[in-house]
């Protein structure tokens, strides 16, 4: 693949636009799903939770996050308008009954007032975090005391072999993420590492290892 195409392909992970961004949305739910599942999972969600998502892509995953239990409210953030359009024509009958609400957002400032979320995650956006410090303290504020925050990622060793990663990412080892975290007022409460197989961008099965980390305000 030439430099251009690879860039491309970094671009659109990073900000999906256009007709292949749609494509690039379907496969990212359907790459990252296993992802998204542990770390909704690791959330421990309970009835009438607030919950909010960083950059939720095409939130093909909504549906599975409302069966974990009653009366929820998801709260959706995206840097990508078609991403936001695509999450809110899929989850439209969510959207309706006002349950999932979807917004926009610059990747920086999270636009809800101190304290609102019970739990908050988000799964493969770490690497393209602009101001990491910066964004940790934004979701520390708007997370309520003894809320949780569940960071997802794929391993740095793995992400590092495709060679789109060298534009626009910023990859991280478990060690790494801590490092970051520990700067931050957060309390690591649970970190894990797992390995899974999921098919490459060319179709063959491929063996990625991804690390969830549950912080606690």
């Known amino acids: 693949?030439?430099?251009?195409?690879?860039?491309?392909?970094?671009?659109?992970?990073?900000?999906?636009?256009?007709?292949?961004?749609?494509?690039?949305?379907?496969?990212?739910?359907?790459?990252?799903?296993?992802?998204?599942?542990?770390?909704?999972?690791?959330?421990?969600?309970?009835?009438?939770?607030?919950?909010?998502?960083?950059?939720?892509?095409?939130?093909?995953?909504?549906?599975?996050?409302?069966?974990?239990?009653?009366?929820?409210?998801?709260?959706?953030?995206?840097?990508?308008?078609?991403?936001?359009?695509?999450?809110?024509?899929?989850?439209?009958?969510?959207?309706?009954?006002?349950?999932?609400?979807?917004?926009?957002y610059d990747g920086n400032t999270i636009p809800f007032e101190d304290g609102l979320f019970d739990k908050i995650f988000t799964v493969n956006t770490i690497y393209f975090w602009q101001k990491p410090e910066e964004l940790l303290s934004e979701i520390y504020r708007v997370l309520k005391p003894n809320g949780n925050f569940c960071l997802t990622f794929a391993e740095e060793d793995f992400m590092k072999k495709l060679p789109f990663t060298q534009f626009e990412f910023e990859l991280y080892s478990t060690e790494k993420a801590q490092n970051l975290i520990k700067k931050s007022d957060f309390k690591i409460v649970y970190s894990e590492t797992q390995k899974e197989q999921v098919k490459s961008k060319t179709g063959e099965l491929v063996e990625r290892a991804f690390t969830t980390i549950v912080l606690e305000k």
């Open 1 to 104: 693949m030439k430099q251009e195409e690879l860039q491309a392909i970094a671009s659109q992970l990073k900000h999906p636009t256009g007709e292949k961004g749609i494509e690039m949305g379907n496969m990212m739910n359907e790459t990252n799903i296993n992802m998204t599942k542990h770390s909704i999972l690791n959330l421990n969600i309970s009835n009438e939770n607030r919950i909010l998502e960083l950059g939720h892509g095409n939130a093909g995953h909504v549906e599975f996050l409302f069966e974990q239990a009653e009366k929820l409210k998801y709260y959706g953030l995206e840097m990508s308008e078609l991403m936001f359009q695509e999450a809110r024509q899929i989850n439209r009958n969510f959207v309706s009954q006002k349950q999932a609400f979807f917004s926009l």
